[in-house]
């Protein structure tokens, strides 16, 4: 948590706490209903649509009921009843009724020089829409007119956080005023934004690429007090609120970095569309684990660029709430209204919620609000849908004109044109750049890591020396004297004293554990996070041990060698896309780290399947921004119904092209071992989806010899030495190859090879082909697999698989298509495997 770098102001004399109370009971009274309800009778709306609900708790009369009204129903609401700790409600309470020649100093912005600040950047945000309009017309740009009081915000917290620690701001948004945030808060030249609206050879970038209001963006900026602060917009995809999760992903990977002190040098600000924000599921799991130990980052920044409207869809149709932002509620936090006219009343919010997020290391939401000037995008029409707010809106005026007159600019309009004039000249410079911009730095951790296509010379050794894993088997095995471990748990780790040393196979949880103690041991930093990860699922990890007397904790695996990376493994919360975005991210700003999400069974993964398209197989192409995620997912038809046999391969093996993923079911204990040392070892960083196993977690037939964990590397594909000269031969993945082993030995069959394609993408034709001649000419190719027709990988592998068979005829053995991956009825799927066994054994 952030050290309180704050002095919370002495109590004033009209704070809410008993002390006041006795001192003038009937001021206290007064006060306490419009702490409570005055937001609700505020002038938050500049339109006035939103209009004040008249609250019978509110006095209207007397001395007291004028001076809370000033402060609590005024240009500033603070919904603040939620929040359980009364010093938290209690610090808001002080800063809000502070007297004025205190608020002066700390935070109302009378000085001069601040105006003239903030009126410079409402000119250049609204000016800047403007300029694009008029230059390239016709084109998306989602003007933030209406609510450009977000660029003298965001100055304000900047500032603000620069004098508290802040050295890198770390931004997601969405498309709203997107392109004005590149300018006025990245700082990017103008001429290099203006560019991407120019044409570019087509041929750069076909088929990858992606439009200019979702690229990210990094730059620095000079704050008001003369601080630097970084600036880090995160790639976005149209996916609203999707990026969440991935910017507070990358900000605890910037923070875990840096160690001491992250969290008050990278803070997170998220800038949210109010439609969004009220409807979005996955902003409300991103919310959730705000201050969980495993993911927070000490208090997120959440501003509702509030307009009132999505796309064509009224405020009244958004939410059941007064306000978009009421969803935040749930979280003790609070959440500052505030009129979007107001500059003043918005910069002051602006600061008292960075203090705030200083203060409590909490999450703080500003609903800022405002109007859309224009349609949607500016190719709508919005008189079409709202023609009365469209035509009031046509009558108002900028703001920058509004806060010109407030502070006396009389040279406003001078202003005015004098920037015009550096846009339009930034502009026909934008003609002479050739290159579309990137407009943004990679940190100098990805100098040592590549992306593109797969070249051998990536590939690592992953074997381990018998001694090496004896060691690490010791380390894994033992614990604390006086640590009362849990009968089980005790019987497990004597299993896995065996398993390191030879006296028994090796099951994929120790083997998973051999690899993470050998890659911590040798400093590379391990993250796993998923539902019930600590313990496992299937029982099978137990990566924590806990004392059954006391509940104390030991953690082998952070106990592995003195000097050691860490190894970190989180209960998740219960979500999905929240999480598995947090972990994208995470991996985005810690590419030397192992960095691995589990779905709880594989099926649930589909719940997040936004992140899975529009970062993890798609985040190279749109952005050229690599990552090494791992993804596991339980899967494999075991008799559990619909939603615990198939996590999908079909999903996955069509999103995948120009090595974009590597897509991987090992099946056997050692080839899983090879394969997570692999992906952290080489420094080709891919997302990794891996189809891991349940029933076969523990099973003779996949569990490995030690020996095999000395083997230089994975194997992409297990060739068949046991049969020579086949006649038939079975190409399959994971469990049915076991079951397909089973069956042929019972049936004393010699003829028919069975071949394991351990990496289903890349496609390892070569090794495919090797398979293929090993066994002779004249062999039918038979696919099999457990999934339906409609589903799994054969659709995939079938022109593959044929294209190399030459005349050899290719075959498949799979389930019937079905709507549904799997039967409910345990004994149905018995009767389906059993003919699929059957099949693949009859030949002609
Ligand atoms: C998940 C998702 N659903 C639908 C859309 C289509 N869409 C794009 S913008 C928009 C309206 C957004 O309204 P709001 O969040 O209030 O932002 P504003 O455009 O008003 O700033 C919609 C529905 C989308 N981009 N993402
Ligand atoms: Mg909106």
Known sequence: MPTQTIKTKSALPSSNGSDSASSNPERERVFSAYRQWGYLEGDLDPLGFLRPRPTPELEKDGEYAREARAIYSSTIGVEINHIYAPERRRWIYDRMESPASEATEAYEVTEKEDQQRILDLLIR????????????????????????????????????????????????????????????????????????????????VLGSGDVKYHMGATGEYTTRSGGKVHIHL??????????????????????????????????????????????????????????????????????????????????????????AACIARRQSIPIFHVNGEDVDAVVRVARMAVEYRYQFGSDVVIDMIGYRRHGHSEVDDPTVTQPL?????????????????????????????????????????????????????????????FGGLHK????????????????????????????????????????????????????YGMAEALAFASLVKTGTHVRLSGQDSRR????????????????????????????????????????????????????????????????????????AQAIVD???????????????????????????????????????????????????????????????????????????????????????????????????????????????EADRILICTGKIGHELEAERKKRKDTSTAIVFLEQLYPFPEAEVVAEFDRHGQHADIVWVQEEPANMGAMFNMLPRLKRLAGERPVLTVKRSSSPSPATGSAKAHEVEQRTLLTLAFTKG
């Open 389 to 449: 707010l469209y035509k009031k809106i046509k009558e108002h005026p900028p703001l920058w004109e509004i806060y010109a007159d407030d502070i006396g600019a009389t040279d406003a309009p001078a202003r005015a044109a004098a920037i015009r004039a550096e846009f339009e000249a930034a502009q026909k410079n934008a003609g002479t750049i050739k290159e579309k911009p990137t407009m943004r730095e990679l940190p100098r951790y990805w100098n040592n890591y």
């Open 125 to 204: 945000a609204d000016i800047f829409e403007q300029v694009v309009q008029q230059r390239y017309l016709g084109s998306k740009r989602f003007s933030l007119e209406g609510t450009t009081a977000l660029i003298p915000l965001v100055d304000e917290v900047l500032d603000t956080a620069s004098r508290l620690g802040a050295i890198e701001l770390v931004m997601g948004m969405s498309h709203r005023g997107r392109l004005n945030v590149i300018a006025h808060v990245a700082r990017r030249a103008p001429e290099e934004i203006f560019a991407g609206f120019e044409d570019v050879d087509p041929r750069s």
């Open 536 to 607: 496992g699922t299937f029982n099978q990890r137990h990566s924590v041990l806990i004392d059954i007397e006391n509940e104390n904790e030991y953690v082998p695996l952070e106990n592995i060698a003195p000097g050691q990376a860490r190894c970190e493994i989180y209960n998740s919360t219960l979500s999905e896309a929240g999480v598995l975005g947090f972990e994208y991210g995470y991996s985005r700003d810690y590419p030397e780290s192992l960095v691995l999400w589990e779905a709880q069974f594989g099926d649930f993964a589909n719940v």
């Open 614 to 724: 529009q970062f993890i197989a798609a985040g190279e192409a749109k952005w050229n921004l690599l990552s090494g995620l791992v993804m596991l997912l339980p899967h494999g038809y075991e008799g559990q119904g619909p939603e615990h046999s198939s996590a999908r391969i079909e999903r996955f093996i069509q999103l995948a092209a120009k090595h974009n993923l590597q897509i991987a079911q090992p099946s056997n204990a050692a080839q899983y071992f090879h394969l997570l040392r692999r992906q952290a070892l080489r420094h080709w960083r891919k997302p990794l989806i891996v189809f891991t196993p349940k029933s076969m977690l523990r099973h003779p037939d996949a569990s490995s010899p030690i020996d095999d964990f000395t083997h230089k590397n994975f194997l992409n594909v297990i060739p068949d030495t046991e049969v020579g």
């Open 234 to 323: 995160v790639s976005n995809p149209s996916h609203l609120e999707a990026v969440d999760p991935v910017t507070i992903g990358r900000t605890r990977a910037k923070q875990d970095r840096t160690g001491e002190g992250g969290r008050e040098k990278y803070l997170p600000l998220l800038v949210h569309g109010d439609a969004a924000f009220a409807g979005q599921g996955i902003l409300a799991e991103t919310m959730n684990y705000a201050d969980l130990p495993g993911y927070t980052v000490g208090g997120t920044i959440h501003v509702v660029v509030n307009n009132l409207i999505g796309f064509t869809t009224s405020y009244l149709e958004e939410h059941s709430t007064r306000f």
């Open 456 to 507: 051998p010379e990536f590939e690592v050794e992953t074997g381990l020396s018998s001694a090496e894993l004896s060691e690490l088997t010791q380390r894994l095995t033992t614990y604390p004297d006086g640590f009362h471990i849990h009968p089980k748990v005790k019987k497990l780790l004597e299993q896995r004293a065996e398993m390191g040393t030879g006296k028994r196979p090796v099951d």
